[in-house]
Every structure is written in structure tokens, then in C-alpha cells.
């Protein structure tokens, strides 16, 4: 009797600290008050004015555009944009949304990220705004390129971890300071990568996102990184600060189809300067 209790013991530790190591969605985060937010958010851009927002904001909301926090009054959330194309992610358990919409005639490409307190009030809006001069920018282009996507909801049983998801984010985003990371990137094919307004494959079978990743291993980090993991889509956005392109605001998107990369997205702002490496 005594082995008995002392092997459900064991049991009892071990499935509890599996279930600590597997992060659950916050109790007080639901789908439906990301989107009604998310859904503001993209009113309050097409109307160039915060109205739609003010009552999902908490008390000390603030504003960062292109990885600096400004008035928002000054951003690009106050001018006017028809939206041409909008899809929006949900991240059930840091409670954030990452939104990517395109203007093409304003023109403006907009990566954002929005996170929610306990009481699901807004408590940052955390933009990466790509228009003229930015790296490899035509929000025409890119519109077209996206049009051709396909980013249906990936079935339950299907669905990658949220860590696995994060680390093949992360190991795309390490490959120009580590040697080695492209060794851990699940490379897919069918990929295809929208870089600014370019596009590396059109969908076929054998297309991939490897040609044009970094050869020289020794440049400076991409750091400050932020994330939203949505699993249902195979989701990961990330933005941080591309410290080898003039330290440039930048937004990196990654899905994976059955544990394999299939699309990237890219959005990168020099600070109004046009983008050199």
C-alpha cells in the first residue's frame, strides 16, 4: 500500500508540473474582446481618429509606432486610410492581437500589435508603419501578393505548440548573428516570403523560403523582440529592432503548416530614411 501511495504521488507531481510547463489561455482573456478591440482599432484607422477606441482604452494606454513611444496624435493611427486588406491573429494567452492591414493608396502597410489588462482594457497599441522609402515598399505589390494567400484556421488536431511556433520564429530571426539557426528553422515547401513588396515563390510545389537567407552570420542581433502567438493560424508575429539595417523598426510574421514553414511577412521602417543595409 505503501508503493501504491508513493507511485501516485509520482504520478500526481509529474502531471502537475506538465501542466505548469504548457501555457493555458488567461481566464480572463476571451476572443470576443480582442476582436471588438481589434475591430475598433481598424475603424479608428480607417476614420483617422481614435473615437472608436476610447472606450476599450485602459487609463494609462499608451502608443508606440515604429519601436518608439510617441503621442498618438502624431501617428499614423490619426490619418485617414482606406483599408484594402485587413486579417487579424489572437493570442489567447498574452491576451494581444497582432493585426496586418494594407493601404494601398495611402500608401501604408500597418503590422500591429494590441494588448489587453485583466479587465481586457486596451493598455498598448504597438505599431510598425512601412510607407515611401521603407525597405522594398509598394503596398500595391503587396497587396496583389497577398490576395493570392491562403491563411484558413488550422484544425485542433493539426495545430503546432505555441512553442514550436516561437522557435521557428525565433531561429528565422537569429540567422544573421548565429551560424547555426538556420539548422533549426523547419523549413517547408511549398514557402513563399513577402518581403516588403517582394515576393520569393508563387506557391508551387517546390518553391522555398530559403534563397536570399543571410550568408554572413556576424551581424548585429535582431533584438527587442515582441510577440503574439496565434495557434490556430500557426502564427507567430514578431517585432523588434533590426539593429544591422540603420537600427530599423521591424515586423516579421511566420506560419507554419504541419510543423513547416509556409509563409513570412515582412514590414520594415528606417525612421523616415530610406532603408540601406
Known sequence: MAR??????VLVSALASLTSAVPLARADCDKTTLSKAADAYVAAQTAGSIAALQDSFASNWT?????KVIDHQKGVLHKSLKIDHRRTNYDLVQCATYTELISASGPYTLATQIRHASDGKVTSIDTIAATTNSWIFNASKTLEYVKQEKWDPIPKEKQDSREAIQAAGDA???MWSDAHAHEKVPWGTPCVRL?????TGKGQPDDSCQPG????????????????IDQEMGSVSIFCVWEHMMMAADSHEFRLENGKLRYVHTMTECGGKTCRL
Open 4 to 9: 501504491l501511495s508513493l507511485d501516485i504521488v
Open 172 to 174: 528565422y530571426m537569429d
Open 213 to 228: 537567407i543571410p550568408s554572413n552570420h556576424s551581424q548585429a542581433p535582431n533584438t527587442h523582440r515582441r510577440y503574439v
Open 63 to 67: 502608443y508606440q509606432e515604429n519601436n
Open 195 to 199: 518581403e516588403g513588396s517582394a515576393y
